[in-house]
């Protein structure tokens, strides 16, 4: 099997899936544009050869890497990056080059559209709150009228929580409408509910090879938009709920033959149309893996092998590694630079470090969402998960 791993040292703990495949006797050919000398030697051992471009936003240089590796070692089976960033060409290299293993590039349309999402969800029959996609300031007014204040506006085709904003009052939407970027915009009603992920890595016939669930503050723009401190955990069990309206998710999208990250409102207030206290709401689809170290943080919590289950998925359409049973907690916490916080780093240290399982800074790309440094420990209970982030983020 000839496989394409577009950018295989970034994120920095993505040489794994290249690894595992590896293990699984598979050609990985690498495509980046980190020179190979300055490759980590785990990415370097995880490729069967590596190929350097100039810039990986250059379509033409990045087809011609794909070209050289077909021409060399015959057809591309598979080709992708497991990147958010990357999944518009990934479908476009699959159409060029006849990869059927993956969404081509009409496929992916439903992926990136935040609106279009919409449609999928009610196949599904999931919830999801009410959109409006953004014209003018008129028709904005007639959607706020009928949902009421606060509402939620952010790029259609967008990656995470940049450039999304709360609308409390209608200065906020005339600002808004002032400052708006030139770019197709979405507006949802508000809804009050913490976010829950649903990460699996599905078959070819979208059943999950493993689930897993994290949960997350009630809104990641305001951390984005006003450098706050993100703090997050992985759960021991996925919600009952959360699972069937998940797989019905991944399904109605036809997300087969993938790692995804689906992310949903569990409801803290009743609404009509979405449902009671406790509920999930769809909120949107990511087809690719969490960000930052989530697979590994959900490797601690179930005592497994997220990137072997994923390249076994993409070798034998199976799960080959047994489930141990063993399920517990994964918190992670971050700080930035410019806050001072109650503790020291020598603090956290000395309180955690028995229980830790990362810690380190966060690469200048992610800082942004994910803060400068973090900790991540496992934990027994729900309630020592809070307590170490409380612990963490205090600050003076």
Known sequence: MNFVFISPNFPRTYWNFCDRLRRNGVNVLGVGDCPYDGLEECVKNALTEYYRVDSLEDYDQVFRAVAFFAFRYGKIDWLESNNEYWLEQDARLRTDFHITTGVDSQAVKPFKSKSGMKAYYAKAGVPTARCHVVTTKTAAKAFIKEVGWPVIVKPDNGVGASHTWKLEKQADLDRFFAEKPDEPYVMEEFVFGAIRSYDAVMDSRCEPLIESSAVFPPSIA???????????????????????????????????????????????????????????????????????????????????????????????????????????????????????????????????????????????????????????????????????????????
């Not at 179930?302 to 080959?320: G, L, P």
């Not at 810690?359 to 934990?379: F, K, S, V």
């Open 222 to 396: 305001d951390i984005v938009n006003d450098q706050g401190d993100l703090a997050y955990y992985v759960v021991d069990k996925v919600p009952e709920q959360l699972a069937a309206r998940g797989r019905a998710t991944a399904k109605a999208f036809g997300a087969a033959s993938r790692f995804i990250h689906l992310e949903f409102f569990e409801l803290t207030q009743a609404k009509p149309g979405l449902g009671e206290v406790g509920d999930f709401v769809g909120l949107e689809v990511n087809m690719r893996p969490a960000g930052g170290y989530t697979p590994d943080m959900i490797n601690f919590a179930h005592s497994t092998d997220v990137y072997q289950i994923w390249a076994d998925m993409a070798t034998y359409d199976c799960r080959r590694l047994p489930a141990d049973g063993s399920d517990h907690f994964c918190a992670y916490a971050s700080r930035r630079d410019s806050a001072r916080y109650v503790r020291s780093h020598e603090d956290v240290l000395a309180r955690y470090g028995g229980q830790m399982a990362m810690c380190e800074r966060m690469p200048d790309a992610l800082a942004d969402a994910m803060g400068n440094q973090m900790y991540t420990i496992h934990a027994d209970t729900e309630d020592e998960a809070k307590e170490f982030i409380r612990f963490v983020l205090e600050r003076c």
